[in-house]
């Protein structure tokens, strides 16, 4: 069990007006030490006894540590930084340690908001009128997405198929079958992490 750990966590937007450009919050185990963002542009010490053990320039010089946080993300995350629809990418670095061990350890992830695309599919002698809507992409995997039928959420009488896109994205299709002459008003519903408001 380690009886200490030092992690910082950080946030990098991508054209989301609300949130900031970059922020980052060091934590000493459950203790918020540091502060930085993209407007303040320097770590700001949130602990008295913190900002009296370390020299003026020395805080100056933590600016570097969001920097490199930044560097380590964006360079393990570079199949997903050029893809349209991407959010933000999150992470976090720090260490742990206890009498007998030290660990390190950094954990990224992004998240890609989905487009949606419904398509009218006309009939074939085989199958009747159905109406398909796309999701891609999408990251990570975990969707709510269902249709709606006036309004109301359509339970059953529609398929559903997941799979991965070639970019380590996902593709998400859901198929309802119409009825003859169906005059019914029908809007897809989707609820995803990289969309605000989840």
Not at 15 to 21: D, K, V
Not at 76 to 88: A, C, K, Q, W
Not at 112 to 117: I, S
Not at 190 to 196: D, F, G, I
């Amino acid at each position: 069990m380690f009886s200490h750990s030092l992690t910082y966590f950080y946030l990098h937007s991508i054209n989301i007006p609300e949130l900031l450009y970059i922020s980052m919050v060091g934590m000493l185990d459950d203790l918020q030490i540091c502060y930085y963002d993209s407007t303040i542009q320097r770590v700001e010490a949130k602990q008295e006894w913190i900002m009296d053990g370390f020299s003026a320039n020395n805080w100056k010089n933590q600016k570097e540590i969001p920097d490199i946080i930044k560097n380590l993300l964006l360079h393990n995350l570079t199949p997903f930084v050029s893809m349209p629809g991407i959010r933000y990418i999150q992470g976090l670095l720090g260490c742990a340690q206890s009498a007998n061990t030290f660990k390190t350890f950094l954990k990224i992830g992004c998240q890609v908001a989905p487009e949606v695309q419904v398509l009218k599919k006309r009939p074939t002698a085989t199958e009747g009128e159905s109406l398909p809507y796309i999701i891609t992409p999408f990251y990570p995997r975990a969707i709510n997405a269902t249709w709606l039928k006036n309004g109301q959420v359509v339970s059953k009488g529609y398929e559903v198929t997941v799979l991965p896109n070639y970019n380590d994205t996902y593709w998400m299709e859901l198929v309802i079958e119409l009825q003859d002459n169906d005059t019914n008003i029908y809007i897809c519903h989707v609820k995803h992490s990289s969309l605000l408001g989840y």
